[in-house]
């Protein structure tokens, strides 16, 4: 049925319908009014609508109100209630009257009465969608305090952005889809209309259907959770700053945590300056009001990507900013919160806001970097693609921020000139790196620990003996820190004491290990375990070609021979030093001209790997390599302190590299003499002999009171058989070997004294003089300058 005189298009399916004339005579009737009382049109046209009530009947259809309830009789015989409502056709002598079950009339009142509500809520938001997901009708089409502005005919990529409006879309097209509503589902929006902002939404959506149950699109209940979700934000973003920021002790890695924890969840831009004197650990100096703060670029991050190259880059230095607002208020200790305009207008110079102000940055906030009164630094932030401006709340976070972040830059600070003071005295306790003489070339290196570990107790040295001899020492305190750095200096200036006194290696660790056992003894109780270390002593002769060692639970040396492969000398080893209870052993070995000994700590060695025998091989067989190509040996020494990649590890590490070469058989004389006083003429004749062959007579006359005296002394009181050795180098090395095992001892004769001059003239001709012990017997050496 069509009433187009009343301006009504056919009413709805479940809404009966009906045509009466001025005296109730019914003239039109829809299938739906058939359905509702099951009587066809053809039993109810031409006659009064009034035999379609039940009860009692008025006596004229103008008699009844306009609306109203009224009893239907039923073509069953049954009565059903309707709600009907009547309304004058323009033009027309006719009325059309519209009726629905009473029952249903209800819920259509409820339902409208909650679409009322629904639709005139200001802190809910509701948004009727169709099965493309477009706006049909909502309480937002002109903003309201949930979200931003919803027109009707939108779709969500209208008034979002993409990757929100994405997320949002795959909810709802699964709500209409599966017909599985959804239920505060947490939204964020983002907007891309005016006005901007940033919103985290609660949605909840339900299907909507026709009355056949066909899918019509899906209903949208959105409240507003931005403060709840901003406040766990910034809860989360404090609980990662405390767990990210200052968990180590590098500054440069301290200020890149800090530009990483705020960016891209607090800011698009951000970056740390710092003060020039905190990353050698110094404290920044005070300044005045216009003073320059001397900062540098020492952190960026961007949300977008790459750092703009416009922008000041990390490393440069500040330029010289004018006396504003902005600098007094951060040398104050206030955090300053300004837009764009407010922070070009107080640069003045525009070349210099070029280089701190993003093209799009529309908000900044700096917080100073303070800590125990000092002006470490400042972090900046800027927002460019979030809409929203800095807030206080958001310059209360930044703040807490900034003063966790100052405390994590100080320790770190502190600790850098800890840590340098540290280093400074290992190194000045260290020996010169490299070192040359006729018969050794030694390089020594030492490397510390990495990631943020103190400094260790690992130390090499090289030690010149008298006759061209050479002492080769490595060792490992154990712990780290400045304890076990002055515990190594100690150490370090016990073994070169006791190697002057040319102590064979076994006797030499003997003694050490004793001190060590005395140290222990004077440390405090907490660390007396912990005072212990490992040595390993070579002493290398040029004249026999040989090299004796002792070890004290070090790892072995490596002995590289020209042309060969590198390998680990089999030196037995004893227990570190203060554990005592077994002997030292030695063990000699022959050392061919231009062959390379290693001597490492077990800190070298792990940078080859865990396993120590497979790292030793791994060493052995670089070293092998690096033999081959010939060279000083600064340049072997620095590849083998790089190691296998891998990361770094927390242990120092130390290394000497030794070439060996020999004298020249011509360089060396000697020669052995019986116990009489004959022998003593014999003996300078032979030295003056020798002398004169190597063309140094102008040193005869010395050498032969040498030879003179000591010989005498070795026939007076040791017996033979005597050995007497030349040895020509830049000076001249005289020796003499007997087979008594006392110390020759300097005194100062009287006047009335027949003898006991003899050493005090050897003291006052040679350079330097001593002693040394052998397997059997001694030899006193003495060392003159040579005479042209």
Known sequence: MRVSDAGVDGPPADL???????????????????????????????????????????????????SGEVALLCSSGRTVTVR???????????????????????????AESLSRALFSQERVGFVLRDTDLAVIRTNAAHGGSVGPVIPVGSRLADVMRTPDAETA??????VLETGES???????????????????????????????????????????????????????LRHRASAAIGGTLDIGRTAQEIVDTLVPDFADFAWVDLADAVPAGDEPPMTSAGGDPHLYRAAVRAASGPWPPELLQPGARL????????????????????????????????????????????????????????????????????????????AALLTEVAAQSALGVDNARRYAREHRAAVTLQRRLLPHASSSTRVMETTGAYLPAAGGAEIGGDWFDAIELPSLRTALVVGDVTGHGLH?????????????????????????????????????????????????????VAVHDPVTRRCTM?????????????????????????????????????????????????????????????DIDGATRDLADRLTRLGREGGDLRSPAQALMAGAEGPPLRDDAALLLARTSALDADDIASWEFPAEPAAVASAREAAVGKLAEWGLQGSAFVTELLVSELVTNAVRYAGGPVGLRLIRDEVLFCEVTDPSNTQPRMRRARITDEGGRGLFLVAQLSRRWGSRYGQSGKTIWAEQELSA
């Open 182 to 236: 959804c239920a505060a589902r947490e939204q964020r929006v983002r907007s891309t209309q005016p006005p901007y902002g940033d919103w985290s939404l609660s949605v909840s959506a339900v299907r909507t259907e026709d009355p056949r149950g066909r899918p019509t699109g899906v209903a949208v209940l959105l409240t507003d959770a931005t403060e709840h979700w901003q406040a766990a934000r910034r809860r989360e």
């Open 169 to 174: 879309e795959a909810a709802l097209r699964k």
């Open 84 to 110: 009907y409502r009547a309304e004058r056709v323009r033009d027309r002598a006719q009325f059309l009257v519209l009726a629905v079950p009473a029952d249903r009339a209800a819920e259509t009142e409820q």
């Open 319 to 394: 330029p010289h900013f004018p006396d504003a607002p902005v600098n007094r208020g951060l040398r104050e200790g206030r955090i300053i919160v300004a837009d764009r305009a407010t922070a070009i207008r107080d640069l003045v110079d525009p070349a210099l806001a070029r280089l701190v102000v993003p093209d799009e940055g529309h908000s900044m906030a700096i917080a100073p970097l303070f800590a125990r009164g000092l002006l470490l630094g400042v972090v900046a932030v800027w927002r460019a693609d979030r809409p929203e401006p800095f807030d206080e709340a958001d």
């Open 16 to 66: 009966a319908a009906a045509l009466l004339d001025r005296r109730g005579v019914v003239t039109g009737w829809t299938r739906a009014a058939e359905e509702l009382v099951g009587r066809p049109a053809a039993e109810v046209l031409g006659r009064s609508v009034l035999r379609l009530l039940a009860g009692p009947r008025p006596a004229a259809v103008g008699a009844m109100p306009d």
């Open 550 to 610: 002792a070890s004290a639970g070090h790892p072995p040396p490596l002995l590289a021979v020209p042309d060969g492969r590198a390998r680990p000398v089999a030196v037995r080893p004893g227990p570190p030093l203060g554990v005592g209870g077994l002997p030292f052993e030695t063990r000699t070995v022959d050392v061919p001209p231009g062959a390379v000994l290693a001597l490492y700590t077990d800190g070298l060695l792990r940078r080859y790997g865990a």
């Open 484 to 536: 076990a750095a002055a515990t190594m200096g100690r150490l370090r200036t016990a073994v070169q004491t006791l190697a002057v006194l040319e102590l064979p290696p076994d006797e030499l660790l003997t003694h050490l290990d004793d001190l060590v056992t005395r140290l222990a003894g004077e440390a405090d109780p907490v660390h007396r375990d912990t005072v212990t270390a490992t040595c390993l």
